[in-house]
């Protein structure tokens, strides 16, 4: 089979790549490594074709996609933050660069196009777990961006015949996690600068919850909802753990795995983020045959000892 990973560079596009190809599937990268980086995908660059172009281009879109068999459409430009500081950025990046990506691949007669959606869709609510039946309530531009791409997926379901999966991730982390700048996820940010002698700030008290999810489950996720996308088009799914903990109680694992003994700094609440966060996967596991086979504990073991090595390395 021939796949498309668009923002191949980036964090998950990259884990979509290795696996891919260990699979010995074909691989079609498409990035403008405005966000992703060339060295994660620097070990395959020989064994996949690379296209270096930007979803709000139409003609990168097509030429993507031709003889494409499954879109897996990670492409994004993430953060809650930043897109509160410059939303029309968000809007063109991922709604109109979604929507040209749902066009070329209809065009191109895709098997699936598999959309990284965001449990950013449930906002601030105090119902959990969060289920498929809850209605969107966003609390960013990047929340309403993920939402209106929701809805264009499954029109094009609908109307075009294209078969469609999104996939709300909730909090992926693992290896190869961006942890420096502004926008960082909080798990590598929190390792990288206990490992360099700096203490992390926590924004807000610290009890807020999430459902942290380990890359390998958003993996297996995407490859499932492309092998079944036919059975499961236009439809919408949790990709998560089913678990969450408090960010207080994450920094003391943290800390725990590091051996080290150091407080955090409270800071302010940022705007647009929510309070709870917790999925229920049944959908994706009956639609999909989705099961998370990394529990967030295991992952954060393995993603803490890829951030000590890394900081080995650099040393």
């Known amino acids: 089979m021939r796949y498309l990973v668009t923002g191949v560079a980036g964090f998950i596009g990259s884990h979509l790549l290795e696996t891919l190809l260990e699979r010995g ?3 079609v990268g498409l990035d403008n490594f405005l ?3 060339e060295h994660n995908i620097a070990p395959f ?24 068999d499954h879109v897996l459409h990670q492409a994004a ?6 897109s509160v500081e410059d939303p029309l950025l968000s809007h063109q990046i991922n709604t109109t660069g979604t929507l040209n990506m749902l066009i070329a691949s209809r065009d191109a007669e895709v098997s699936s196009f598999v959309f990284a959606a965001s449990s950013s869709y449930f906002g601030d609510t105090d119902e959990l777990p969060k289920h498929d039946q809850m209605p969107p309530r966003p609390l960013s531009p990047y929340a309403v961006t993920k939402v209106t791409c929701e809805q264009y997926l499954s029109v094009f379901s609908g109307v075009y015949g294209l078969p469609t999966v999104g996939l709300r991730y909730f909090n992926i982390f693992g290896p190869r996690q961006d942890p420096n700048g502004p926008y ?5 940010k929190f390792v990288d600068l206990l490992l360099d002698g700096k203490t992390p700030t926590i924004n807000g008290d610290g009890g807020q919850t999430r459902d942290f999810t380990y890359i390998r489950n958003a993996v297996l996720a995407n490859l499932a909802a492309a092998e079944n996308a036919s059975m499961a088009s236009g439809e919408i799914m949790n990709i998560a753990c089913g678990d969450r903990i408090s960010l207080n109680d994450l920094y003391a694992e943290i800390t725990k795995l590091l051996g080290i003994d150091r407080a955090p700094i409270h800071g302010p609440e940022r705007a647009g983020d929510i309070r709870d966060s917790l999925a229920d996967i049944s959908k994706a596991k009956e639609l999909i045959g989705y099961e998370p086979e990394v529990t967030w504990q295991d992952g954060l073991i393995d993603t803490v000892e890829f951030f000590k090595q890394k900081h080995a390395n650099q040393g």
Do not use: Q
Request: proline letters at 7%.
């Open 25 to 27: 599937d074909e691989v």
């Open 35 to 37: 966000t992703g980086h």
């Open 45 to 68: 660059r020989n064994d996949f074709e690379m296209i270096e172009g930007d979803i709000r281009d139409p003609e990168a879109c097509a030429r993507a996609c031709k003889g494409v």
């Open 77 to 82: 430009l993430g953060s809650v933050p930043r």
């Open 184 to 188: 960082a996820a909080v798990i590598p």
